[in-house]
């Protein structure tokens, strides 16, 4: 008890100490004993293991320690009896650890935290925000997409469509992990007509800089999946597309918006009406050059059709 207080104590030290505590053999004694220990004491070894992440010179010692996957065991070992603090230093210690590092991404969903994680942000406790940076950083991971896939993964992706602080992070995950296996995440989310409406209403219900923040992995999935594209353009998102032009005063934002206009276009050549063609016929007025050019060339596009649209969506 005393020597797990000096711990805690030396935990909360400069950089020096706690890069002399995190050395592999020191922390590897201390987490094979964990899960002898009581809760209380528990909660100490885990705050002391939180309070050494939080040192970035430390990260490297603690994974050759073991450490994610000794945390990984310890949610899958006891997850429904932990206290709420030890889930929140577990949680923690979990997101310092695989932020900005793929190796340790990759170890964690390895380990089998990803069903852990989706525990916790399903309960909708606060610390859910820890959960779900690390999950939607897992599909930027070529190996936790594989154990993604073991979760429903890209379902899960598209329930979080709903939450309005990560939405744009959930269509963020779904055009990185469309860009690696399209047909696959293609799939599933045309399998249900409720996942194209849940990528419709974000398109129509994000507001302001959250907004500005969308319309670019929203420009990839589209452009990404043909299908996709389609399918949205028939529930539509043309008309979804040309509300937002009007109401979006961002100069990037407006250009990626007439850019889902060209993407949509070049997927689904004869959808377009007269409302649309007079608002682009407003653009090619617009003091950004660009977007002129682009009003201009879709709107030849529309009176020339057999010559298609060259549509080049990525570059602002």
């Excluded at 073991?66 to 429904?80: Q, S």
């Excluded at 990404?224 to 389609?230: D, M, R, V």
Aim: hydrophobic share 45%; proline share 3%.
């Amino acid at each position: 008890d005393k020597f797990s207080n000096i711990l805690l104590l030396f935990s909360h030290g400069d950089g020096v100490v706690k890069l002399q505590m995190s050395q592999p053999k020191t922390i590897m004694r201390i987490l094979n004993k964990v899960e002898q220990f009581d809760e209380v004491l528990q909660v100490r070894v885990l705050r002391m293991i939180k309070n050494l992440s939080m040192d970035s010179n430390t990260l490297s010692n603690l994974q050759q320690a073991g450490t994610i996957r000794k945390l990984a065991t310890l949610l899958n070992h006891k997850r429904d009896k932990l206290i709420p603090e030890v889930h929140n230093q577990l949680l923690n210690a979990l997101y310092n650890l695989c932020r900005f590092d793929r190796s340790r991404q990759e170890q964690a969903a390895l380990a089998g935290v990803i069903p852990h994680l989706q525990h916790f942000i399903t309960i909708n406790i606060p610390l859910k925000q820890f959960a779900l940076q690390i999950l939607f950083d897992f599909a930027y991971v070529p190996k936790a997409r594989k154990e993604l896939w073991k979760h429903s993964g890209v379902a899960f992706y598209l329930r979080l469509l709903k939450e309005n602080n990560w939405k744009i992070n959930a269509v963020d995950a779904l055009a990185v992990w469309l860009t690696h296996e399209t047909k696959k995440v293609e799939k599933v989310i045309l399998e249900k007509d409720a996942h194209i409406q849940s990528l419709l209403d974000v398109f129509s219900n994000t507001a302001g800089a959250a907004f500005s923040g969308l319309v670019e992995p929203f420009l990839r999935l589209i452009t990404l999946s043909k299908p996709i594209n389609q399918a949205l353009s028939k529930k539509g998102l043309v008309a979804r597309v040309v509300d937002r032009l009007a109401a979006t005063r961002d100069a990037a934002a407006r250009i990626y918006v007439v850019k889902i206009l060209m993407s949509l276009y070049a997927s689904h050549p004869t959808r377009h009406d007269a409302r649309l063609t007079s608002a682009l016929q407003a653009l090619t007025s617009d003091r950004a050059v660009l977007i002129a050019d682009m009003a201009s060339s879709l709107l030849q596009a529309f009176k020339t059709p057999e010559k298609g649209l060259q549509v080049a969506p990525h570059n602002v």
